[in-house]
């Protein structure tokens, strides 16, 4: 599942984290692989099914 970085930014600033949200918007890529990612998602303590997910393209 692929998240938008700006999703993880806005929870994490909701949460007062403004540190940790300035980190993810210098590194982490505008789309956010959760599975690859899972580590530092749990480090974050994010909850995945607050996050909507980025639309994949079909697979023909």
């Not at 600033?13 to 940790?20: F, K, L, N, V």
């Not at 300035?22 to 099914?49: C, F, I, M, S």
Request: aromatic share 2%.
């Amino acid at each position: 599942m692929l998240i938008h970085k700006d999703d993880i930014t806005a929870a994490l600033r909701a949460r007062g984290q403004d540190d940790r949200a300035d980190w993810v918007q210098r590194t982490l890529p505008d789309q956010v692989d959760a599975a690859r990612n899972d580590g530092l998602l749990k480090l974050l303590d994010l909850d995945l099914t607050t996050m909507r997910p980025i639309e994949e393209p079909a697979k023909s």
